[in-house]
């Protein structure tokens, strides 16, 4: 993720940048441009450095297997779904969902509910031309590592990782969002229905709250895009979630977490349809 909000930054500062310069004469400007470089690449640096990183839904989602809360049928997104996606906005929000449910029946060892997320995502990721990152090696490696939970981790990030780095690299940052977006809701989704009584797992709080902090570095990194139709409607989408968290502090209550399930389930069913 910090890769993204370094798109998202460096243009702005070297537009900043750039417009001190622009009544110096053609020395001077060649002088200034110099240093205007050797800052932005410090900068860009100090920003490699320090942006929050936002977890991709395999880390949060090994969280959850961390609490040892059990693997249940039936909550993600159903793989079919994967053929009614039509506009490059549903299939970039659904292929961050896809994303997340594949994390989640990897780090469960759910073997053919693997196959069956990757043969979803590879249905999306074609018709938004990135078939190469979910091919079949993909699989090879995480059959190769079922049993080694922190590996899985890093081969899904990865995976994820080169998602939004193939949309930022060609010009389609509003769909890169969309992706970490749509990943983000499901992990949130699956987190909250482990059970028909969540709050009740001990741990699950701690998840919650930790998803906080990812949600307002989210909002913050599409304010450059809120000019994005796309974008934009995800946002409005996504006020049921920002009127709830606006109101947490450092732990919740059971009626906290009621209360972001209720929010989240809102938010999702205008992302899966």
């Not at 940048?17 to 110096?24: I, T």
């Not at 809120?226 to 979630?241: I, K, T």
């Amino acid at each position: 993720m910090k890769k993204v909000a370094a798109i998202i930054i460096l243009p702005m500062l070297i537009l900043s940048f750039s417009g001190l310069s622009s009544c110096k004469s053609r020395a001077e400007k060649a002088e200034m441009k110099k240093v205007e470089l050797d800052q932005v690449r410090a900068l860009e640096t100090e920003i490699e450095k320090n942006v929050y990183p936002l977890p991709t839904s395999a880390e949060v989602l090994k969280m959850l297997h961390d609490l040892e809360v059990g693997y249940i049928m039936g909550i993600a997104n159903p793989v079919e779904n994967s053929r009614r996606y039509f506009s490059s906005t549903a299939r970039a929000l659904n292929l961050g969902v896809f994303g997340a449910d594949l994390s989640y029946a990897t780090l469960y060892n759910m073997h053919q509910e693997v196959i069956n997320y990757l043969n979803a995502i590879r249905v999306l990721a074609n018709e938004l031309n990135m078939s190469k990152i979910y091919d079949e090696t993909l699989y090879e490696r995480i059959r190769e590592n079922f049993d080694n939970r922190d590996q899985l981790v890093e081969i899904l990030t990865n995976a994820f990782n080169q998602t939004y780095e193939y949309l930022s690299d060609n010009d389609q940052q509003a769909l890169a969002l969309l992706v970490v977006g749509g990943a983000w809701v499901e992990g949130m989704y699956l987190t909250t229905h482990v059970s028909e009584a969540a709050y009740q797992i001990a741990g699950i709080s701690g998840v919650l709250l930790e998803q906080k902090k990812s949600f307002e570095l989210f909002l913050e990194i599409t304010e450059p895009y809120m000019s994005d139709p796309a974008v934009r409607e995800f946002v409005g989408w996504l006020e049921p979630m920002k009127n709830v968290y606006a109101g947490l502090t450092t732990s919740l209550t059971n009626q906290n977490i009621i209360d972001i399930t209720k929010a989240i389930e809102q938010v999702r069913s205008q992302v899966v349809l």
